[in-house]
């Protein structure tokens, strides 16, 4: 627990002194503690998806939102309680879109089961 406090702590005060993001990851990848599980492939791009989403494209789709500001439903645009969370496809499966990071949005549970236009 004690190094997912640090990575974070490391994270927000580069955040907060005004770091470019490469100037934080290199610092998060200087920093000995994250050197066995932190890896160089930002946003996962070269990783080949299938159509449901995995739980790594679940958590990046969530900290990327999580992290700009208060959560919101991307359907409704209501606010999201962090309980309450379900990750929804920007191209529906049906259309041919896939698990990926880039293909996530955060929406209530009731917006992502509805039909949506």
């Known amino acids: 627990m004690k190094h997912l406090q640090l990575l974070y702590q490391m994270v927000l005060d580069g ?3 005004c ?3 490469a100037e934080i990851l290199q610092a ?3 920093e000995r503690k994250f050197t066995s599980f932190l890896k160089l492939d930002p946003f996962f791009e070269k990783v ?3 159509r449901d989403f995995d739980s790594e494209a679940k958590s990046t789709a969530f900290l990327r939102e999580a992290l700009k500001n208060a959560l919101r ?3 409704c645009q209501g606010f999201i309680h962090t309980k309450s969370i379900s990750i929804d496809h920007l191209e ?3 259309d041919g879109g896939f698990g990926s990071p880039n ?3 955060l929406t209530h549970p009731y917006c992502n089961t ?3 236009n």
Do not use: D, M, P, W
């Open 48 to 50: 080949e998806y299938g």
């Open 15 to 17: 955040l907060v002194e």
């Open 92 to 94: 529906r499966k049906e």
């Open 19 to 21: 770091r470019t993001e």
């Open 73 to 75: 439903c991307q359907i």
């Open 114 to 116: 509805t039909y949506k």
């Open 28 to 30: 998060l990848f200087s």
């Open 103 to 105: 293909n996530a949005q």
